[in-house]
């Protein structure tokens, strides 16, 4: 597996070594000691979750104010723009966001440290997309900021139909990234 860093020092893009011939491909998706030599991170994966999404949804950007979670993520059906946010306020990068395209065909991860906001677009029909993370899911400290925030400016990769996101009403009533970091 390799890291390559990223814009925001602790976010990085992971590349496994991927084994294949006409009959298929292998991979060892996640290992423990490899994962901790190539990151650094020594972290428990206390959970993990797998969502399926149509082309246009975006979730995110999400964080969680207490039990913040780390997110090892990858797309195993589709193609996403994975989107990562640095809102640690005592960051050198804080305000920062990085952005990768997870595939099932470049099998990429991203490691999203705890601190960061996450979010994703679906640029296939559909994605299927799974994510380990290192605290568990915490509903009432969950809060979400506005893909579309002027002060973050994210670069989205435009959608065919020219259209908005699909967005949940969690998403689409989120706090701009001023209010939420306030």
């Known amino acids: 597996m390799q890291a390559i860093p990223t814009a925001?020092?602790?976010?990085?893009?992971?590349?496994?070594?991927?084994?294949?011939?006409?009959?298929?491909?292998?991979?060892?998706?996640?290992?423990?000691?490899?994962f901790r030599e190539v990151t650094g991170v020594v972290l428990p994966f206390v959970q993990d979750n797998h969502s399926k999404s149509a082309y246009g949804v975006l979730r995110g950007l999400h964080y969680q104010t207490e039990q913040a979670q780390g997110k090892l993520v990858r797309v195993v059906q589709g193609a996403v723009f994975d989107?990562?946010?640095?809102?640690?306020?005592?960051?050198?990068t804080f305000g920062k966001w990085v952005g990768e395209i997870l595939s099932a065909d470049n099998?990429?991860?991203?490691?999203?440290?705890?601190?960061?906001?996450?979010?994703?677009l679906v640029l296939s029909?559909?994605?299927?997309?799974?994510?380990?993370?290192?605290?568990?899911?915490?509903?009432q400290?969950?809060?979400?900021?506005?893909?579309?925030?002027?002060?973050?400016?994210?670069d989205w990769p435009a959608l065919n139909d020219a259209s908005t996101p699909r967005l949940s009403?969690?998403?689409?009533?989120?706090?701009?990234?001023?209010?939420?970091c306030a």
């Open 169 to 180: 009403a969690k998403d689409a009533d989120a706090l701009s990234f001023l209010n939420a």
């Open 107 to 120: 099998k990429h991860q991203m490691w999203i440290p705890p601190g960061l906001a996450h979010g994703f």
């Open 125 to 139: 029909e559909s994605a299927e997309f799974l994510y380990k993370t290192t605290d568990y899911y915490a509903p």
């Open 8 to 34: 925001i020092a602790d976010v990085l893009l992971l590349k496994p070594k991927v084994f294949g011939d006409e009959r298929g491909f292998f991979f060892e998706s996640f290992n423990e000691r490899i």
């Open 83 to 92: 989107v990562a946010v640095d809102i640690r306020r005592e960051s050198p």
């Open 141 to 154: 400290f969950e809060r979400s900021i506005a893909w579309n925030d002027p002060t973050l400016s994210i």
